[in-house]
């Protein structure tokens, strides 16, 4: 009997390697495999940001100097859980094994990812869901791919599917969320790993439509602008120029985070007394400046349509800058991309006010995409993001800034995987 039950889950398994013939169609094991990871990707991220939410209405109830002590524990709390549990790394961590392991990605730390991001997210850390949410459907795209015996390009592109569900649900947008996970990989070659596209697209829509049907985010503009009509050919000129300020804004976010990873680097103790440092530098900025926790999903709007005075905005841009340098480094877990455009949205008003005949809806989002596309290398997909994050109706001028962004980066990228020769 055990001779013919190893028969028949052989042949089973023959079966399954076998592509589903519906000759008129480009439809095969594959495609169920990507729309499974998209199925998969929307559930995790459903279930994610429904938890997320509920912790961040909880945690919201304590406020002014109690946010110093519930920082501080909140990020003792991750740190322990990260000591104990496992490091699940970071995004430069996940960039580095899609590159140049194979595109395996280990689902054994996605514990600690989960619980410690849910932690530092809702909590107030200035980094975003989106490292969390890629880490954990990237490794799940990943091990399906072992599951099925999938080798080579096969399982990297199975693993950026993964990724891509989880950039789209988060995001809202299939499009761009596909891009993304491709772009981010290197800092110069968009398009790399481009026998991925088609398998990022189809898991990004299954994601989107699992994800919407949860949560019902990312069926609209998030980001509320004011209206944009664009009037003349100069109007390309000044989303250059507002993305020169923004790059420069970019070089002094990559200086900080450098210096204070050095800085951090020094302190010889276990990573959850880091953490626990980071918790009260983050507490004390929110207690003075609450404007700059958390990071930015709602944030943002409030900023827009908030009558902000010069100095009050220069100084949420620098305390908020210095906000998400100190949650990278200490080891606090999430991602940097919606706080970024926080920051961009902050520099937009403030160049506004030295340019009050020029579009806000236009500053805003200028400074927004250049100042991403400098820190992470993703012209193409940062426009199409903010296109459907914003409603912002042209295109252009966004991709204008994206590039201006792109081309006055580093040279030496902030992810510093996305770099390294093969």
């Not at 409603?391 to 590039?403: C, E, K, M, Q, T």
Request: glycine fraction near 8%.
């Amino acid at each position: 009997m055990k001779i013919k039950s190893k028969k028949r889950l052989v042949t089973y398994l023959n079966i399954l390697d076998r592509p589903i013939k519906f000759r008129p169609f480009l439809f095969n094991r594959m495609f169920l495999l990507w729309a499974l990871v998209g199925i998969i990707g929307g559930l995790s991220a459903g279930i994610y940001w429904i938890i997320l939410e509920f912790l961040i209405h909880q945690i919201t109830f304590f406020e002014g100097w109690l946010v110093i002590p519930v920082m501080a524990f909140s990020g003792l709390l991750a740190g322990t859980i990260i000591h104990f549990i496992g490091d699940p790394g970071e995004i430069d961590l996940i960039v580095n094994n899609i590159r140049f392991n194979k595109g395996k990605l280990n689902p054994k730390n996605n514990p600690s990812m989960v619980l410690s991001s849910l932690l530092c997210v809702a909590s107030g850390g200035s980094l975003g869901p989106e490292a969390p949410l890629v880490q954990v459907t990237g490794s799940t795209g990943s091990w399906l791919g072992k599951i099925c015996r999938l080798k080579g390009e096969e399982l990297r592109s199975l693993s950026i599917a993964g990724m891509a569900s989880g950039f789209t649900a988060l995001f809202g947008a299939p499009l761009g969320g596909s891009l993304f996970s491709l772009e981010i990989l290197h800092y110069k070659h968009a398009v790399e790993y481009y026998r991925a596209i088609i398998p990022a697209f189809v898991a990004s829509c299954f994601s989107y439509i699992i994800f919407a049907l949860i949560v019902h985010l990312g069926l609209g503009p998030i980001w509320d602008l004011p209206i944009y009509e664009m009037s003349n050919l100069f109007d390309f000129g000044y989303a250059i120029l507002f993305a020169c300020f923004a790059a420069c804004v970019g070089w002094l976010f990559i200086i900080c985070t450098r210096s204070l990873k050095q800085l951090f680097k020094k302190i010889n103790s276990p990573i959850y007394i880091k953490t626990l440092l980071g918790g009260i530098i983050l507490g004390v900025i929110a207690y003075y400046f609450p404007l700059t926790r958390y990071f930015g999903h709602h944030e943002i709007n409030e900023l827009i349509f908030r009558d902000s005075t010069l100095y009050f905005l220069i100084a949420i841009l620098i305390f908020k800058i210095l906000a998400i340098s100190v949650t990278v480094t200490s080891g606090w877990r999430g991602g940097f991309i919606i706080p970024l455009f926080f920051v961009g949205a902050t520099l937009g008003l403030i160049l506004h006010h030295f340019f009050p005949n020029i579009n806000l809806a236009l500053t805003i989002i200028s400074c927004m995409a250049a100042i991403n596309s400098c820190v992470t290398r993703t012209p193409m997909s940062t426009t199409i993001l903010l296109a459907t994050l914003t409603g912002f109706d042209y295109l252009v001028p966004i991709l204008f800034a994206s590039l201006t962004g792109y081309f006055l980066a580093p040279r030496i990228p902030f992810i510093s995987s996305q770099m390294k020769a093969k």
